[in-house]
């Protein structure tokens, strides 16, 4: 009897698993292409760790955290495209596991490259940032878009903390930029269903193609701010350096 119960509770899980997630607009069954606009709107992303790497490349090749996150957005694309197709639980998976480490190592990259902090502390922040990131998770509003809001809020104050810097005002731009491209994709993420009956297709698709915009524009704040074929110091380091007279 007991092996009995435990096999059955293997099956149950493993048909949680399988099951079908009809989340959006556009999915209106579990078939595999339900979701065309959702699905082929993820190329977004490779097109844009494409863009990221060739940049890298120009920039000498030599930043390896810059390269991990170039990495990780081509596995944005291909997990989402799977999720978006598939259309199960555990296909899910592969679709916010990429994303989370995107922001977490995006998150953790900035206080280090931006700020300059050292590894401990920078870690210990991150790690702050995840749990209360994965607390807002649980949080059911807004469509789901509620575990995205630490994220906006960390582009948006990076972005005033270095602006009133002074010394990295690029960086600061870029980051304002991502943080209004970001939110404005969240809003859209956010009415998905609500529009339904007024436009079918959803809005899902919209938020795959401006965030892949938005970590474009990461990216490139990244690898520009990172050691470069011509200039191995940080920006950081820069300041720190004193200036012909």
């Not at 390896?64 to 957005?73: D, E, G, Q, S």
């Not at 906006?152 to 990295?168: D, T, V």
């Amino acid at each position: 009897m007991p092996s009995s119960r435990r096999s059955n509770r293997l099956q149950r899980t493993l048909m949680d698993w399988r099951a079908a997630i009809m989340d959006y607009c556009e999915r209106q069954s579990p078939a595999f292409w339900a979701e065309p606009a959702n699905a082929v709107s993820n190329f977004a992303f490779i097109i844009a760790a494409a863009a990221a790497f060739l940049l890298w490349r120009r920039r000498g090749g030599a930043d390896y955290p810059a390269l991990a996150l170039i990495i990780v957005t081509a596995s944005v694309g291909v997990g989402s495209f799977i999720f978006h197709t598939v259309a199960t639980r555990g296909a899910m998976l592969l679709d916010v596991i990429p994303i989370a480490i995107f922001i977490y190592g995006y998150f953790l990259l900035a206080l280090r490259r931006y700020f300059g902090l050292p590894t401990a502390p920078a870690a210990a922040i991150t790690l702050a940032f995840a749990a209360g990131s994965s607390f807002a998770g649980t949080i059911e509003a807004l469509n789901g878009s509620v575990a995205y809001l630490p994220a906006l809020a960390a582009l948006s104050i990076f972005a005033l903390l270095l602006w009133r810097q002074g010394g990295q005002r690029e960086t600061a731009r870029a980051l304002a930029a991502a943080a209004l491209l970001f939110a404005i994709s969240l809003l859209l993420r956010t009415i998905d269903r609500a529009i339904c009956p007024m436009f079918p297709l959803g809005a899902h698709f919209v938020w795959h193609l401006l965030n892949a915009c938005v970590l474009w524009i990461l990216l490139r704040a990244a690898i520009r701010a990172g050691p470069g074929a011509d200039d191995q110091a940080s920006p950081i380091q820069k300041a720190k350096e004193p200036t012909a007279a």
